[in-house]
């Protein structure tokens, strides 16, 4: 049965004033005081996570020191800048680079004990709220012409949780629509897009995943309505981000579609990170049934923390950068630029939701040629 506009528009505002809700909450859990108590246990804790993690391999971060400045600029905004003026000589640049001086491998279990354990963390429900936001922003722009099908795509999509929940915000609004819209998570690992598809086998068939890379997807030019990153950009190399950003907003619709990049940025450390979680989830963390896991989500949050400090390519993003990118190289329009926690300590995550302008494709013209291009020659090299 068709909804009426109205109907949508209520739902949609519905969702908006529950979600404003939701992160104030959230955010009164994130200013709770630690206390001298809560902050010895997890100093105490601290090395044992220490002596857990992997250590980094120092040869090939003192490599990778002597040489990155060789191949690539400083700031994120300037490699961006690089590969759009000149997508086949940056795309060059980072070959020759990784031959060279190889990435390392980053290694996350898909345990679905580990996710249950990490996915009812408050960070992790600021983050789907900051998406959810992104959406909403969407829908309220394109509810006045629902007729044509909303395309949603989530990069890095893991276990699924971020594509499921764009999948259930969209059934919520539209209700039985079933081509109304459509949900693709993307990730580059076999294990976790298996992983997700068992874990969403019994959700509706307009949520779908597969095999990809977000660094060179496999997807026409401005096909994509919108399109979520969460906790995926931090993983990729440093030099990479540049193809990500450039990849997002060529998918992404020409007249409008909206992006939602989140991710742990420089200010990022795992002593933080537990400092935040005895504030607002100690219950949680601190318990008797969750202490192990907790210590092997921690052991690799650790590990990706020294890579970010002994590896320049392998840096976790700036925030600021990260906003320089999208407003003075992509030109795009910045709708959100959020940090949290935003009291209690440093801001540990951030948020940008941007959308497409007319200055956005002016700027992707050479890139989104290029990659045009490729598609093509892919395609005729699989016929």
């Known amino acids: 049965m068709k909804i009426s506009t109205d109907e949508i528009n209520k739902r949609i505002q519905m969702r908006s004033r529950a979600l404003q809700r939701k992160i104030d909450f959230i955010e009164k859990k994130f200013e709770k005081p630690l206390t001298g108590f809560k902050k010895s246990i997890a100093d105490s804790a601290y090395p044992r996570t220490e002596q857990d993690a992997k250590t980094v391999d120092e040869e090939a971060a003192t490599l990778s020191r002597d040489i990155f400045s060789d191949y690539f600029p400083e700031t994120l905004d300037m490699m961006l800048q690089q590969l759009l003026n000149d997508p086949e000589s940056y795309i060059k640049k980072v ?27 408050p960070m992790r429900k600021m983050e789907e709220a900051r998406v959810e936001k992104a959406l909403l922003f969407f829908l309220e722009k394109v509810n006045s012409n ?9 990069l890095g999509s893991g276990s699924g949780r971020i594509t499921k929940l764009l999948g259930d915000i969209l059934k919520n609004i539209y209700g039985d629509m079933s081509n109304h819209y459509t949900v693709r998570g993307i990730d580059v690992l076999h294990d976790n897009v298996f992983g997700a598809i068992q874990a969403c086998k019994n959700e509706t068939s307009r949520v779908t995943f597969d095999v990809g890379d977000m660094n060179k997807l496999n997807i026409a030019s401005h096909s994509v309505s919108f ?20 990849e997002i907003a060529r998918v992404l ?60 390519d392998m840096m976790f993003p700036i925030h600021s950068a990260v906003g320089k ?42 890139y989104t040629e290029y990659r045009d291009e490729q ?9």
């Not at 990784?98 to 996915?119: D, G, M, N, W, Y």
């Not at 629902?146 to 989530?154: A, E, F, G, K, M």
């Not at 951030?350 to 959308?355: D, L």
């Not at 598609?375 to 016929?383: M, N, P, T």
């Open 95 to 121: 070959e020759a680079y990784e031959t060279h001086c190889p990435l390392p491998e980053i290694e996350f279990s898909t345990e679905k004990k580990e996710f249950l354990s990490s996915a009812k963390d």
């Open 146 to 154: 629902h007729s044509d099908t909303i395309t949603l795509l989530d």
């Open 227 to 246: 399109v979520s990153s969460v906790a995926t950009s931090y993983l990729n190399s440093t030099h990479r981000r540049a193809l990500e950003f450039a």
């Open 253 to 312: 619709d020409k007249k409008g579609g909206i992006a939602c990049i989140v991710n742990p940025n420089e200010d990022f450390t795992c002593r933080e990170y537990g400092y935040t979680m005895l504030r607002c989830a100690f219950d949680r963390y601190f318990n008797p049934f969750n202490i192990a896991t907790t210590r092997r989500l921690g052991s690799r949050v650790l590990y990706t923390e020294r890579l970010s400090k002994a590896r320049p």
């Open 325 to 366: 990118a999208i407003e003075n190289v992509l030109k795009a329009t910045l709708l959100d630029d959020y940090r949290w926690p935003r009291t209690g300590g440093p801001g540990l995550f951030g948020s940008h939701i941007f959308a497409m302008n007319e200055e956005t494709n002016k700027a992707l013209r050479k």
């Open 375 to 383: 598609l093509k020659l892919d395609r005729k090299q699989h016929q």
